[in-house]
């Protein structure tokens, strides 16, 4: 499954980064690399982007970019 | 050889660093760009040590080739052989803050780590053992908290002693298994090459493995060597069963955690941090998000325009026409030629008067955007309001400086600064005039007056609706011609909300106004004049006593031709749309001194001569609103954009773009009545 999936309070275990060039070097290189541990906390007034948390800070990326990182689920905080 | 040291200071966004500049170099700053790029470049020098000059680089999270930011990072390391880099590290948020550390570190030059807001660490029972990490990175690592002015003195001894030992960072390997493998060997093969190229070897490696373009050009590889470099990023990439950006990442975070896991004790998150969530619970809030940051905006406005600005305007005002009283009585007792007296009377003190008189606006938009940056609360507008910017290639970083625009557009153009991405900015500069600002109110007032006196309203409405359209329509048209390409992708950071500090919100205002004051009495002071020569002589240089009579006005008379498909061709108007470039209200009072109108009933009257039908005179309204900006806008357009091509030609745009709207609301308006 991927992030953009997870619903606000949901966390899972990051798999695979996807995307290419400088989106997808952003995102590996804020952390989002593979066994990393992120919560979604909360979705924008108006849907979209999603506030994730990891590696002890909050981030904010947008779903389309989301529907990129392959994770595997894991329930609770 | 440079006498004395060169500092560079760099960290995260949000780490504190222009805290820490500021605390470092006081009020002792210069402040410019990076040259070729729209990167703000602050310098200063050390308070206690004034041959020590700090640069302040921009606030970055990794070296990637991808940003303008990170490769102006890159660069000025790599050529300006600082004698020190210091990093400022974000010790609430070690991770992610050590992985720029990791990298910077691989550049070769001595380093030394400011841990900052160790302050909150400790309030919240974490430990860090500074000692344990200074020995794992092997550079020396200085526990500050820079807002509270701690540790700011042991961290300036440090830089000294490091600048003068010239002791490199005591070489690591953060890599392990395949990828130090791949590193090494690769390492090998340029050697000789990095070193001709002025790089260091292990960094150009690196850069190598992680198939960064630049470094390849840079060193001038033969084809053999790209074949054997790319085969042994081959072969780690099939041993790790990853890619090779990805396979770095990890090595790098990997790296981190072993290091953190020694010496940073986490029981719980900050107070900070904590109290952070509980406060986006309510500010990001799924149905009161919006609105709450409306009413800011709409809070900041109404002080800045009405409560605060507007008495202080006036006052400013009045003190500007004391003065201009006072030169004028004196000049003309001591009987100055009449034509220098209206050169600095009706030029010069009207003009650059008339600009300076927006300066209390200014200063107090940029006291509130200052506290709206500093706070964190900016980085949640972007998250609110992202999705409505998305379809015209922008992201919701740029949703302020254009809703500033609505006010005035020069704070609005200096806002963009603020913004991470070079193009972002550029976009947001060219868009935001076309935001109908406050010194369009009186044109609004005297077109409607005259021509829709029961639709005032309607039409006020439907030109700033217009506007916003024709900003979106530029967004989309700038998206896939001049902007064209993958734009730098929202992945931001939601930083703590921190309380901001006083000094940093007075010395953004200092520098903001001294900017303004600069450009008043340099570009628009050259142009008041300018403009008054034209208005106050004919061809063969005597001063005129009928305006009529003016070189001005023949040049209207000369362009207003161009105006026909607008409906208008009367020259009076295309002279006060030339006048309107120094400030665009004066469009009111050039058709008020060129009609002769003693009253607004009269100006009305010989408005209904110039603009023969309703249609014509609403084509001259859209126009107005919608040409290149004023000249200080112009002119902070020009010092945004670093360069005078791109200034002319965004000038050149937008007057394009009004050309062509108001032709189709002239075509479309006399259909329509």
Request: net charge neutral; hydrophobic share 45%.
């Amino acid at each position: 499954m991927t992030l953009d999936s997870l619903k606000p309070g949901q966390g899972g275990i990051i798999v695979s980064v996807g995307g290419e060039g400088a989106l997808r070097r952003r995102l590996l290189d804020m952390g989002l690399t593979p066994k990393t541990r992120v919560f979604v906390r909360k979705v924008a007034p108006m849907g979209d982007p999603i506030e994730l948390y990891l590696r002890s800070y909050v981030l904010t990326i947008r779903r389309e970019d989301a529907a990129k990182i392959e994770i595997r689920e894991e329930l609770g905080k | 050889m440079r006498e004395g040291y060169l500092i560079a200071l760099a960290g995260n966004q949000n780490s504190g660093k222009t805290t820490l500049f500021n605390c470092l170099t006081g009020s002792n700053q210069h402040v410019g760009n990076f040259p070729g790029v729209t990167v703000e470049k602050k310098e200063g020098r050390i308070r206690a040590h004034k041959d020590a000059v700090v640069v302040d680089l921009p606030g970055i999270y990794s070296l990637s080739p991808y940003t303008s930011e990170e490769v102006v990072t890159r660069d000025f390391v790599l050529k300006e052989h600082p004698d020190v880099i210091l990093n400022i590290v974000d010790a609430t948020n070690i991770e992610r803050n050590l992985y720029l550390s990791l990298q910077l570190m691989e550049l070769g030059i001595p380093m030394v780590m400011a841990l900052n807001m160790m302050d909150e660490v400790r309030a919240s029972g974490n430990v860090i053992h500074v000692d344990v990490l200074s020995e794992h990175l092997g550079i020396p690592v200085i526990p500050i908290s820079a807002g509270k002015n701690e540790g700011i003195a042991d961290l300036i001894d440090q830089l000294m002693k490091t600048a003068q030992g010239g002791k490199m960072p005591a070489k690591m390997d953060f890599c392990s298994g395949e990828v130090h493998k791949a590193i090494h060997s690769i390492a090998h093969i340029i050697e000789d090459q990095a070193k001709e190229a002025g790089y260091p070897t292990r960094f150009a490696a690196t850069k190598l493995v992680e198939g960064d373009e630049p470094m390849e050009k840079a060193l001038r590889l033969t084809d053999n060597q790209c074949h054997i470099i790319e085969h042994v990023v081959q072969e780690m990439e099939a041993n790790l069963q990853t890619d090779r950006e990805a396979a770095l990442a990890d090595m790098r975070y990997t790296y981190i955690e072993a290091v953190c896991q020694d010496c940073v004790v986490k029981h719980q998150e900050t107070k900070e941090q904590i109290r952070s969530e509980q406060i986006d619970r309510v500010l990001t809030h799924k149905y009161a998000g919006i609105p709450i940051f409306l009413l800011v905006m709409l809070l900041i406005f109404w002080l800045t325009f009405s409560v605060l600005g507007a008495p202080l305007q006036k006052l400013l005002e009045s003190g500007i026409s004391w003065f201009s009283g006072w030169l004028s009585s004196s000049l003309s007792q001591a009987h100055v030629s009449e034509w220098l007296q209206s050169l600095l009377i009706n030029g010069v003190c009207a003009g650059v008067g008339s600009v300076l008189s927006f300066l209390p606006i200014i200063v107090l938009l940029f006291f509130f955007l200052s506290l709206l940056e500093d706070s964190g609360y900016m980085a949640r507008v972007a998250f609110v309001m992202d999705k409505l910017l998305r379809k015209i290639g922008l992201s919701g970083r740029s949703f302020v400086p254009m809703l500033i625009g609505f006010g005035c557009s020069v704070p609005a153009i200096m806002a963009t600064r603020t913004l991470s991405s070079e193009r972002d900015r550029k976009m947001t500069i060219i868009l935001t005039p076309f935001m109908s600002c406050s010194a369009k109110l009186p044109i609004y007032g005297m077109i409607t007056a005259a021509f829709f006196p029961r639709h005032g309203a309607l039409v006020m409405i439907g030109l700033y609706v217009l506007g916003i359209l024709v900003a979106i329509g530029s967004g989309f048209l700038l998206k896939s011609t001049a902007f064209k390409g993958n734009p730098v992708p929202f992945v931001m950071e939601l930083p703590a909300y921190r309380l901001p500090t006083v000094k940093s919100v007075l010395l953004h205002m200092w520098e903001k106004a001294k900017d303004f004051i600069h450009r008043a009495f340099t570009i628009i002071f050259i142009a008041s004049i300018a403009i008054w020569f034209l208005q106050s002589m004919d061809w063969s240089l005597n001063m005129v006593t009928d305006s009529a009579d003016s070189i001005l006005a023949s040049i209207g008379s000369l362009i207003a031709p161009i105006f026909t498909p607008l409906g208008f061709s009367d020259w009076r108007a295309s002279t006060a749309l030339i006048t309107g470039l120094t400030a665009k209200e004066t469009v009111v009072s050039t058709l008020t001194v060129l009609t002769g109108a003693a009253n607004d009933l009269q100006l009305s009257t010989a408005l209904g001569a110039i603009f023969p039908t309703p249609a014509s005179a609403l084509a001259f309204l859209t126009f107005t609103i919608l040409y290149m900006p004023c000249v200080a806008a112009f002119a902070a357009t020009k010092r945004e954009m670093g360069s005078w091509k791109e200034a002319l030609l965004t000038a050149l745009y937008q007057t394009a773009a009004a050309y062509g709207v108001a032709v189709l609301v002239f075509f479309v308006a006399r259909v329509l009545m």
